[in-house]
Structures are given as structure tokens and as C-alpha cells.
């Protein structure tokens, strides 16, 4: 952990070393995943993923196997698109994309259940970074705006009466290279929080701007993104497969 806090997850999940520099001579150190691999200790060279949406639900993580009562069928599978690094000295970057789960997007929506056309939101494709780490959905600042005009949001810090969430679109990202497509709804896009002030449940929108950072042609799928998803990451096949969750559970 450096002096930003940043981290790889509790227990560290990327599929490559990370680096601490640039330098041949810096400091490499594998991920616990990655030293399971390379010790031949998996069935299978994967993991899977299933994140809570709010303290009532329960996580799953399966190491070398499916998520629970799911099969390769019952989910889309993205290749990895590893064209793309960023090898500058900005921490924020290098540390996102030393990582190796990163995939290709190329356009994104937002609907209301069907009522209207969709509105597109993504002007240009992009490499999404796929983190646990990362507790938001940084996306081109055009995009966020977007996003928070169709939804209600006034600027990125504003929140909505959780009970509306009902009356809100859906936020769709298509993958390339086969235009596969995941779709979240309001119970996944938007964040509860507590308000101890004026002891109110508020949600926040998880979609933050990424500014000067998304020049370099990348985004995050951060945890917001997993959390309304069975997510299956590949390291033989150099893949991501999702699969969409219901809301059973969710009070």
C-alpha cells in the first residue's frame, strides 16, 4: 500500500505481478491469484466473483471454480484486450492497468425500460479496467454528464430519494468484439448511504469523471459495476464472463 492507499483488493486478485516502477530493477511482487496459478494449485485457472449490493447480502468468492448454481452457458465471455498499458509515472494508471483485467467497450445507454429510444452516452470506444478495488465507475466527463441529466442528477455529488428508484433508467455497456451487452439497473448504478445528519437513506450515483485521466483512453468498471453481476475471471482463456443477479435478497 502506497502513500495514496491504494490497494489490490483484500486479497490481491490481478492476473500479472505488479511493479513498482518502471524500472527493470523495481520491486515485483505476484498476487496471491497469480502465485496459485503458477504453483499448478487451482482446478481451474480462475476465480469468480459475487459482491454485495448492502450489508444484507452476502459475497462469494470461488477460487478455480463457477459462482454457485451457474455454468459457462448461462454467461457472455469478453477476450481481454491487453493492446493497451499505461506506462507513464502516474501511479493511478499504472496501478489500474499492471493489473491485465481490462476489456473492451465500445458504446454505452441509458433507457427507461423501454419507453423511449436508448440514449447513447460513450463518444468514443474505450479499454474498461474491471476492479474490485475501486469502489466507483469512472467514466469521460461528457459521459457522467450525460448519464446524471437522464437519471435526475444535477452534479456528481447529488443523491436521490432511494425510493425512486423504481422510476429509473436502465444503463447498458456493450463489448466488443462481439457486441455483448450487460444491462444494471437503479439498484446498481446508485449507492446507499446513510445520512447521520438528517437521518435519511439517500443513494448516490457511482458514476464519477475521470477529467484528465480519461485522455488516456481508458475507464473503471469498479465495484458498483460487480455488484449487480456473477463475474468469472479467466487466466487461461484471457477472459471476463458476466452474468446479470436478480434482486432476491434485497430487503
Not at 51 to 64: A, C, F, K, S
Not at 77 to 86: A, G, M, V
Not at 159 to 169: A, G, Q, S, V, Y
Amino acid at each position: 500500500m502506497d502513500e495514496y492507499n491504494i490497494f489490490d483488493t483484500a486479497l490481491g486478485l490481478s492476473l500479472f505481478p505488479s511493479r513498482s516502477g518502471n524500472e527493470p530493477e523495481d520491486f515485483m511482487t505476484a498476487s496471491p491469484f497469480n502465485s496459485m496459478v503458477q504453483q499448478g494449485l487451482l482446478d481451474s485457472n480462475i476465480f469468480s466473483l459475487t459482491l454485495t449490493r448492502n450489508d444484507h447480502e452476502r459475497g462469494e468468492l470461488v477460487l478455480g471454480g463457477l459462482p454457485s448454481n451457474l455454468t459457462r452457458e448461462d454467461m457472455i465471455e469478453i477476450p481481454l484486450d491487453l493492446s493497451k498499458t499505461d506506462d507513464s509515472d502516474h501511479h493511478y494508471w499504472r496501478y489500474y492497468t499492471m493489473g491485465g483485467w481490462q476489456i473492451p467497450v465500445t458504446n454505452m445507454s441509458i433507457s427507461s425500460y423501454g419507453y423511449q429510444d436508448p440514449i447513447p452516452v460513450l463518444g468514443t470506444p474505450q479499454i474498461a479496467v474491471i476492479s474490485s478495488s475501486c469502489s466507483w465507475i469512472g467514466l469521460p466527463t461528457e459521459t457522467v454528464e450525460k448519464i446524471h441529466i437522464a437519471i435526475g442528477m444535477n452534479h456528481p455529488y447529488d443523491w436521490i430519494d432511494c425510493d425512486k428508484r423504481k422510476e429509473l433508467p436502465n444503463w447498458t455497456t456493450v463489448f466488443g468484439p462481439h457486441g455483448q451487452q450487460i444491462t444494471l439497473s437503479s439498484w446498481d448504478y446508485l449507492i446507499e448511504v446513510y445520512d447521520k445528519v438528517y437521518k435519511q437513506l439517500k443513494c448516490v450515483s457511482a458514476f464519477f469523471p475521470l477529467e484528465r485521466y480519461g485522455e488516456k483512453g481508458f475507464i473503471i468498471l469498479g465495484q458498483p459495476f460487480l455488484n449487480g453481476l456473477y463475474s468469472v475471471f479467466d487466466a487461461d482463456r484471457l477472459s471476463i464472463s458476466f452474468a446479470n443477479r436478480g434482486l432476491e435478497g434485497w430487503r
